[in-house]
C-alpha cells in the first residue's frame, strides 16, 4: 500500500463554481498510484467542494441563483458579520454543501462519470486562495 500527499491552491475571483478536475486529474497522473482512493478536503469555512455537472455551464450558473435564494446576504437574522454581508451567508452555504469528497481511482484515472467535474465552490465576493489538501492511497 501507498500513499501520496499534497497541497492544491486555487486563486478564486468571488463567488461561483471553479473546476478543479484538470488540476486534479494532472496531479495523479504523476502518482505511482493506479489503484486507489482519492480523498480532498478544502481548509475553509466559506468555500466548499463539489461534484456536479461539467458540460452545461447553467448547471453552475442555476446552483448559484439557488443558494442566493436560499440564504440571502446581509438578511438581518444574522449577527456574524464581522467580514462582511456575505460572510456568515457563505458560512451557512459551506455547512449545506460539503468541505471533503473521495473519489475512487482506478487504472490510474479518476472514477468520475461522464459529465462529472470536482469544483470548488467559493461563497464570498472577494478574491482567496484556496487550499485543497488531496490524499491518495492505494497500489
Keep these: 500500500m501507498k500513499q501520496s500527499f499534497d497541497e492544491l491552491v486555487l486563486s478564486t475571483k468571488g463567488r461561483g463554481l471553479y473546476d ?3 488540476l486534479i486529474i494532472n496531479w495523479i497522473d504523476n502518482q505511482e498510484i493506479q489503484d486507489g482512493l482519492l480523498t480532498m478536503l478544502i481548509q475553509h469555512t466559506s468555500a466548499s467542494l463539489l461534484i456536479n455537472e461539467n458540460w452545461d455551464s447553467d448547471v453552475q450558473r442555476d446552483l448559484e441563483s439557488f443558494f442566493s435564494r436560499l440564504v440571502k ?3 438581518s437574522l444574522f449577527t456574524h458579520t464581522i467580514e462582511g454581508d456575505d460572510d ?3 458560512h451557512i452555504r459551506t455547512a449545506l454543501t460539503q468541505t471533503n469528497l473521495s ?3 482506478k487504472n490510474g484515472k479518476l472514477l468520475l462519470g461522464q459529465w462529472q ?3 470548488i465552490f467559493e461563497h464570498r465576493y472577494n478574491e482567496f486562495d484556496r487550499k ?3 490524499h491518495l492511497i492505494g497500489e
Design 132 to 134: 485543497i489538501k488531496m
Design 20 to 22: 478543479t478536475t484538470p
Design 103 to 105: 473519489v475512487p481511482v
Design 117 to 119: 467535474g470536482i469544483y
Design 88 to 90: 456568515m451567508p457563505a
Design 73 to 75: 446576504d446581509g438578511d
